[in-house]
């Protein structure tokens, strides 16, 4: 069974500054690995996604994630951060081959950035 | 362009009483995903359904929740009776490929 773990369950940074969100997974076959985000009293919102190809994926709001299959991680980067980016950001690893999209979330990262 | 609609946004009730959550998928979507959203357990898929029919409902917690899709565009969740440990935020999710989801803002549920 997939699993995900984002050990960080809080990250606070100052504006402009760069931060990384940490995400590692297990599997036992091929994955499709997302980062979603979520601000307050909303939904979830996909950031990025990585499905094949290149392993550094590019997102919106100028975050990317690099997929590393040795290290079973996918971590988020943004090199400058700004206020808004305050939220919930949440790793998600789905199987490659279910033909559906069963994700499996994990716990979540808060992100808080200061002035 | 409308996103994912739920209804109602806030949700309060007794113990025992019967609750209905309702979701609107984006026009051409065919997948729907029902979450439920607690402190203690994050975000859990609850079920999901394929043009309209349940490809997977071992999320569901027990006999007292069941979910519909009654037309292409329309789902609803249902709880009889509530609980108190049934409150929680419900989202649900849309798709048009399998691939990316499209949550809505989620009803937030509160069993007395």
């Known amino acids: 069974a997939q699993s995900v773990t984002q050990l960080d369950s809080q990250v606070p940074v100052f504006e402009e500054a760069p931060v990384e969100l940490r995400c590692n997974y297990s599997s036992s076959v091929s994955v499709y690995l997302f980062w979603y985000v979520q601000y307050p009293n909303q939904g979830l919102q996909l950031l990025l996604k990585y499905l094949s190809g290149s392993t550094l994926v590019k997102g919106i709001n100028g975050f990317e994630a690099e997929f590393n299959k040795s290290q079973t991680s996918f971590h988020l980067r943004k090199p400058s951060v700004h206020i808004s980016d305050t939220a919930e950001y949440f790793c998600a690893v789905s199987e490659g081959n279910t033909g559906f999209q069963k994700l499996v979330f994990g716990t979540g990262t808060r992100l808080l950035v200061s002035p | 362009d409308a996103g994912v609609i739920q209804s109602p946004r806030h949700e309060v009730t007794e113990m025992g009483q019967e609750v209905t959550l309702r979701c609107k998928l984006i026009?051409?979507?065919?997948?729907l995903f029902w979450y439920r959203q607690t402190m203690m357990r994050g975000l859990e898929l609850l079920i999901y359904?394929?043009?309209?029919?349940?490809?997977?409902d071992s999320g569901m917690p027990e006999d007292r929740f069941s979910a519909k899709m009654p037309n292409a565009s329309f789902s609803t969740l249902k709880i009889q009776p509530s609980e108190p440990r049934d409150s929680a935020v419900y989202f649900c999710a849309s798709s048009p490929d399998g691939d990316t989801q499209y949550f809505g803002p989620g009803t937030r549920l509160t069993v007395l």
């Open positions: 026009s051409g979507h065919n997948s």
């Open positions: 359904f394929n043009n309209n029919v349940p490809i997977d």
